[in-house]
C-alpha cells in the first residue's frame, strides 16, 4: 500500500507554484451541512473563491439555514442525487462518521476529489471501500488531520527526528458527559453507538499526530472501556495500549470524570535520554525547559488552502496526509473499540485490515 504522502512529511506550507492556482476555477458541494461546515470549511472555501454549488444534509432545517447564509443556490436530501445531478470539481464529506457510505465512492468514480472529515468511518469495511476507490480512480484526497499543518507539531516532528521513541503517553480529561435522561432525539454525539465518544473522536487525532511526530506505526493495540451506566452518555473513562513498530510502547487515555479540565501536558514522548512535552497548542517543554511557544494559528483554514491551491494546480505536493494515509491513523482505534468489545483482547493491527495489509 503505498503511502509516499505521510513518508515524506514535506516542509513546505503547500503554496503552489503553478500559475494555474490563482485562476482556475473550483466548484465544491458540501456533504453534511452541521457545525464544522458552518464554523469552518464553508467560510474558508468562500474567503478562497471557491463556488460552492451545492449541499446535502439528512436535517432539512439545518440545511435549509446554511443554504441561505452561504447562498447555495442547489439543496439535496440525499448525497447520491447531489453526485449525479450536480457538476463540481471536490467534495467535501462533513458528515459524522455512521453516516458514511457509497457517496464518497460515487463521488470519487466520477473524478471528483475528497476532502473527509475524520474519523471517516465506524467501520473499517466502509473505510477500505473508500479507499480502493479513491485510489483507482487517483483523485486527490486528504483526511482533516489539520494539525499536521501546526507548527507546534512540526517543530516536535523535527526535535524528536533523531530520537529513538520508547513511550508516548496522550491524556485527556474532562468533565462528565450529559446525562442520559431524555437521551431521545439527542444529538447523534451522544450515542455511543454513532459517535464512539471521545476515544474515536479525539482518538484518532492522537494517533495521527504521533505518526506524524514520529514516523512510527502502531502495530498491536488493546482497549479497555468503562462500563457505560445509565447515567450518562459515554463511558466515564477508556484506556487504549499500543505497540509502535520500533518496539516502543503507547498508552491513550479518555477519562470524563473531572470538571476541571485536562491536566498538562497532552502528549509526552519519553525517549532515550529525557521526554518531550506537547502542553496543549501552546508550548514545548523538552526535558522540562521551554523550547518553543505556539501562535496563533487557523489550522483549518490551512489545511482548506493548500488541498484547493492542490485542486487549481493538479499538484498534490503540499498535502500531507492522503485518504489512503488516514486509514493508519483510523484503524487503531476501531481495533481498540473492537478490543473493548472482546474484553481487551491483543489485536494486530495490520490484520485488522484483511487483505489491505501495509
Same mark, same amino acid.
Given at each position: 500500500?503505498?503511502?509516499?504522502?505521510?513518508?515524506?512529511?514535506?516542509?513546505?506550507?503547500?503554496? +503552489?507554484?503553478?500559475?494555474?492556482?490563482?485562476?482556475?476555477?473550483?466548484?465544491?458541494?458540501?456533504?453534511?451541512? #452541521?457545525?464544522?461546515?458552518?464554523?469552518?470549511?464553508?467560510?474558508?472555501?468562500?474567503?478562497?473563491?471557491?463556488?460552492?454549488?451545492?449541499?446535502?444534509?439528512?436535517?432539512? !432545517?439545518?440545511?435549509?439555514?446554511?443554504?441561505?447564509?452561504?447562498?447555495?443556490?442547489?439543496?439535496?436530501?440525499?448525497?447520491?442525487?447531489?453526485?449525479?445531478?450536480?457538476?463540481?470539481?471536490?467534495?467535501?464529506?462533513?458528515? /459524522?462518521?455512521?453516516?458514511?457510505?457509497?457517496?464518497?465512492?460515487?463521488?470519487?468514480?466520477?473524478?471528483?476529489?475528497?476532502?473527509?472529515?475524520?474519523?471517516?468511518?465506524?467501520?473499517?469495511?466502509?473505510?477500505?471501500?473508500?479507499?480502493?476507490?479513491?485510489?483507482?480512480?487517483?483523485?486527490?484526497?486528504?483526511?482533516?488531520?489539520?494539525?499536521?499543518?501546526?507548527?507546534?507539531?512540526?517543530?516536535?516532528?523535527?526535535?524528536?527526528?533523531?530520537?529513538?521513541?520508547?513511550?508516548?503517553?496522550?491524556? +485527556?480529561?474532562?468533565?462528565? /458527559?450529559?446525562?442520559?435522561?431524555?437521551?431521545?432525539?439527542?444529538?447523534?454525539?451522544?450515542?455511543?453507538?454513532?459517535?464512539?465518544? /471521545?476515544?474515536?473522536?479525539?482518538?484518532?487525532?492522537?494517533?495521527?499526530?504521533?505518526?506524524?511526530?514520529?514516523?512510527?506505526?502502531?502495530?498491536?493495540?488493546?482497549?479497555?472501556?468503562?462500563?457505560?451506566?445509565?447515567?450518562?452518555?459515554?463511558?466515564?473513562?477508556?484506556?487504549?495500549?499500543?505497540?509502535?513498530?520500533?518496539?516502543?510502547?503507547?498508552?491513550?487515555?479518555?477519562?470524563?470524570?473531572?470538571?476541571?479540565?485536562?491536566?498538562? /501536558?497532552?502528549?509526552?514522548?519519553?525517549?532515550?535520554?529525557?521526554?518531550? !512535552?506537547?502542553?496543549?497548542?501552546?508550548?514545548?517543554?523538552?526535558?522540562?525547559?521551554?523550547?518553543?511557544? #505556539?501562535?496563533?494559528?487557523?489550522?483549518?483554514?490551512?489545511?482548506?488552502?493548500?488541498?484547493?491551491?492542490?485542486?487549481?494546480?493538479?499538484?498534490?505536493?503540499?498535502?500531507?496526509?492522503?485518504?489512503?494515509?488516514?486509514?493508519?491513523?483510523?484503524?487503531?482505534?476501531?481495533?481498540?473499540?473492537?478490543?473493548?468489545?472482546?474484553?481487551?483482547?491483543?489485536?494486530?493491527?495490520?490484520?485488522?485490515?484483511?487483505?489491505?495489509?501495509?
Amino acid at each position: 500500500m503505498g503511502r509516499d504522502v505521510a513518508n515524506e512529511h514535506r516542509e513546505n506550507d503547500g503554496r +503552489s507554484d503553478s500559475a494555474n492556482a490563482s485562476v482556475r476555477a473550483v466548484r465544491a458541494a458540501i456533504y453534511g451541512t #452541521g457545525s464544522w461546515a458552518n464554523q469552518t470549511h464553508i467560510p474558508n472555501l468562500k474567503k478562497l473563491g471557491v463556488d460552492v454549488v451545492a449541499a446535502c444534509d439528512v436535517d432539512p !432545517e439545518a440545511l435549509r439555514r446554511t443554504a441561505e447564509r452561504f447562498e447555495i443556490p442547489a439543496v439535496y436530501a440525499d448525497g447520491r442525487e447531489m453526485v449525479e445531478n450536480e457538476r463540481f470539481d471536490v467534495l467535501f464529506s462533513i458528515v /459524522p462518521a455512521f453516516a458514511r457510505t457509497d457517496v464518497e465512492i460515487r463521488a470519487v468514480e466520477r473524478g471528483i476529489h475528497l476532502f473527509s472529515e475524520k474519523p471517516q468511518a465506524t467501520r473499517m469495511a466502509v473505510a477500505l471501500e473508500i479507499d480502493r476507490a479513491v485510489r483507482k480512480a487517483d483523485v486527490l484526497s486528504t483526511v482533516c488531520f489539520r494539525e499536521r499543518y501546526r507548527p507546534l507539531f512540526r517543530e516536535a516532528r523535527r526535535i524528536l527526528a533523531e530520537k529513538r521513541i520508547v513511550h508516548v503517553v496522550f491524556r +485527556s480529561v474532562g468533565g462528565p /458527559p450529559l446525562r442520559k435522561e431524555g437521551m431521545e432525539g439527542a444529538s447523534w454525539w451522544r450515542q455511543m453507538d454513532q459517535s464512539g465518544g /471521545p476515544a474515536l473522536d479525539w482518538g484518532v487525532h492522537a494517533v495521527d499526530y504521533v505518526r506524524f511526530t514520529t514516523g512510527l506505526e502502531v502495530d498491536k493495540v488493546q482497549a479497555f472501556y468503562l462500563e457505560q451506566s445509565e447515567v450518562f452518555s459515554d463511558p466515564l473513562s477508556s484506556s487504549f495500549h499500543f505497540l509502535l513498530d520500533n518496539g516502543a510502547t503507547m498508552t491513550m487515555t479518555f477519562v470524563r470524570a473531572d470538571p476541571s479540565g485536562t491536566p498538562q /501536558p497532552w502528549f509526552t514522548f519519553f525517549f532515550e535520554g529525557g521526554r518531550l !512535552e506537547i502542553h496543549n497548542y501552546d508550548r514545548i517543554d523538552l526535558n522540562g525547559e521551554t523550547v518553543y511557544r #505556539g501562535g496563533e494559528f487557523d489550522p483549518w483554514f490551512v489545511q482548506d488552502r493548500i488541498f484547493v491551491e492542490a485542486v487549481r494546480s493538479g499538484d498534490r505536493g503540499g498535502i500531507l496526509n492522503d485518504y489512503h494515509d488516514g486509514l493508519y491513523s483510523l484503524a487503531p482505534i476501531l481495533a481498540g473499540w473492537d478490543s473493548a468489545r472482546q474484553g481487551g483482547r491483543c489485536i494486530e493491527v495490520n490484520a485488522y485490515y484483511g487483505q489491505e495489509g501495509r
